[in-house]
């Protein structure tokens, strides 16, 4: 980042680099998007869209390498199939650790928020979100984090973690999430911003997790 760059901003303007780790395909919506954040006089905004670094943690380490190297004071890292609102920028005036919007995702038990906690047995989402909070956390994934440079100065990279067989235990966003709640970092998510977040998916399987979300909610109003 040289000073040419930068000289028609404030000294104090957030300097947020985005970076969309993709393998040739990112969403229209999510494209639109860099042309709003570029013009936004109260950030400079520079986007980056590496291709075919494969795998994901792998991508996401030369984006934070490529980051330490420069003058940003945040990274903004968004997947290829995520679509945040505009003013997720915005996020950068918080100056937190690492804050998210709600980004959900489809598990087996259902489609759920990325705003899990620790516990015993692995992870749970913290509860229903109520509008326009935000709420601390020990994981939001990493489809779309705002995260400071002091963070990634600090912890450890990105890593899927395997088994003694090799099957995957964690990806990169839980592991790494971990590490960042070890280095006594905080993670928020900010309910007050939704992303759009796209998936292919078999419309009858889709069916089936409603149906059992449906009698495990039956099972537990029968319990109270």
């Known amino acids: 980042m040289n000073l040419k760059e930068v000289k028609a901003y404030a000294l104090d303007?957030?300097?947020?680099l985005v970076a969309v780790p993709n393998l040739g395909n990112i969403r229209s919506k999510?494209?639109?998007?860099?042309?709003?954040?570029?013009?936004?006089?109260?950030?400079?905004?520079?986007?980056?869209?590496?291709?075919d670094l494969i795998p994901l943690d792998y991508a996401r380490n030369v984006i934070r390498k490529y980051f330490l190297e420069e003058q940003f004071d945040f990274l903004l890292t968004i997947d290829?199939?995520?679509?945040?609102?505009?003013n997720v920028?915005?996020?950068?005036?918080?100056k937190l650790d690492v804050?998210?919007?709600?980004?959900?995702?489809?598990?087996?038990?259902?489609?759920?928020?990325?705003?899990?906690?620790?516990?015993?047995?692995?992870?749970?989402?913290?509860g229903?979100?109520?509008?326009d909070k935000i709420y601390p956390v020990n994981c939001a994934g990493a489809g779309c984090l705002m995260i400071s440079r002091k963070v990634l100065e600090?912890?450890?990279?990105?890593?899927?973690?395997?088994?003694?067989?090799?099957m995957l235990l964690y990806d990169e966003g839980f592991s790494w999430s971990d590490e960042v709640n070890k280095a006594g970092f905080n993670m928020f998510v900010h309910s007050?911003?939704?992303?759009?977040?796209?998936?292919?998916?078999?419309?009858?399987?889709?069916?089936?997790?409603?149906?059992r979300q449906r009698t495990q909610e039956k099972n537990q109003d029968k319990e109270n």
């Open 13 to 16: 303007t957030p300097k947020i």
């Open 30 to 51: 999510l494209s639109a998007r860099f042309l709003e954040w570029v013009s936004n006089p109260d950030y400079y905004v520079r986007i980056w869209t590496p291709e």
């Open 80 to 86: 290829a199939d995520v679509v945040p609102p505009v």
């Open 89 to 94: 920028i915005t996020l950068a005036d918080l």
């Open 99 to 126: 804050v998210a919007p709600v980004c959900y995702i489809l598990k087996e038990e259902g489609i759920i928020p990325m705003a899990l906690k620790r516990v015993d047995k692995g992870w749970q989402v913290v």
């Open 128 to 131: 229903d979100l109520e509008a």
């Open 154 to 166: 600090k912890v450890p990279l990105f890593r899927f973690i395997y088994d003694e067989d090799g």
């Open 192 to 211: 007050g911003m939704i992303c759009d977040h796209y998936k292919t998916v078999n419309l009858t399987d889709l069916v089936a997790l409603q149906n």
